[in-house]
C-alpha cells in the first residue's frame, strides 16, 4: 500500500478532455474528482496539466519536467493520464500520431512515473464514426499495455459511446467537447476506480 501522506499531490496529465474544455463550470471531470476526494476525507492539491490538441507524443515530451517540478521530497504525488483523441486524429498521411508510437509513448510515460501511482484513463468517443474506430483501436491498446504494467485503467469510451447526453452534447458543441452534463457522465464512470486508486 502506498504510504499516505499529508501533502498529497495529483497531477492530471492529457489533452483538451483533462483542461475540460466547454465545461460551463469549470470543473471538468478532473475538478470533481478532486472535490470527491476533498469531501471523502482525502483532500489533495491537484494540477491540471491538459493542454489542448496534445498527443502522446507532445505529453511524452513534457512529462517529466511536469513531473519533477511537483515532485517535492516528503509528499506523496499521484499522476493521471488521459490522451488518446489527437493522436487518433486524421490527417493526410494517417492518424496524427501512429498506433505503435502511440503504444510507445503511453510506454515511456509509465516508466517516467517513476513509482508515482498512475491512473489512466481512456479516450472519450466523438462525434465522428471514422474517428470513433480509431479511437477504440487506441483505447483497447491503451488498456492492455496498462494491464500488463500494473496500472489502473479505466475504459469510458464503451460507456460514453451509446450515452445519451454525452453523444447530444458532443454532437450539438464542437463535435468533441461536452458541456457540463457530458462531463458529469464522465466523471461518474471513473469515481468508483478513483475511489479504489486513492486507497492503494
Do not use: K
Not at 483533462?18 to 474528482?33: K, N, P, Y
Not at 483505447?139 to 479505466?154: E, H, L, M, S
Not at 457540463?180 to 464512470?189: D, M, Q, V
Request: glycine fraction near 8%; charged fraction near 30%.
Amino acid at each position: 500500500m502506498q504510504r499516505q501522506s499529508e501533502d498529497l499531490r495529483i497531477c492530471f496529465i492529457g489533452d483538451s478532455f483533462v483542461a475540460g474544455v466547454d465545461d460551463e463550470t469549470a470543473l471538468g471531470w478532473t475538478g470533481r474528482l478532486l472535490a470527491r476526494s476533498a469531501q471523502t476525507g482525502r483532500p489533495a492539491t491537484g494540477y491540471n496539466l491538459g493542454i489542448r490538441r496534445n498527443t502522446s507524443t507532445d505529453i511524452r515530451v513534457r512529462l517529466r519536467d511536469e513531473i519533477e517540478r511537483r515532485r517535492p521530497a516528503d509528499t506523496e504525488l499521484r499522476l493521471v493520464f488521459s490522451f488518446g483523441v489527437n493522436d487518433a486524429t486524421a490527417t493526410d498521411d494517417g492518424p496524427r500520431v501512429p498506433a505503435a508510437t502511440s503504444r510507445e509513448n503511453l510506454i515511456d510515460c509509465l516508466d517516467a512515473a517513476a513509482g508515482a501511482p498512475v491512473l489512466f484513463v481512456g479516450p472519450p468517443p466523438v462525434h465522428d464514426e471514422e474517428h470513433n474506430r480509431r479511437i477504440l483501436l487506441l483505447n483497447n491498446d491503451f488498456r492492455d499495455i496498462c494491464d500488463t504494467r500494473g496500472c489502473a485503467f479505466v475504459d469510458v469510451f464503451t460507456a460514453l459511446e451509446t450515452h445519451e447526453v454525452w453523444r447530444r452534447q458532443v454532437r450539438d458543441g464542437d463535435g468533441a467537447h461536452p458541456r457540463s452534463e457530458g462531463y458529469t457522465a464522465l466523471f461518474e464512470l471513473v469515481a468508483p476506480a478513483w475511489d479504489g486508486w486513492l486507497r492503494r
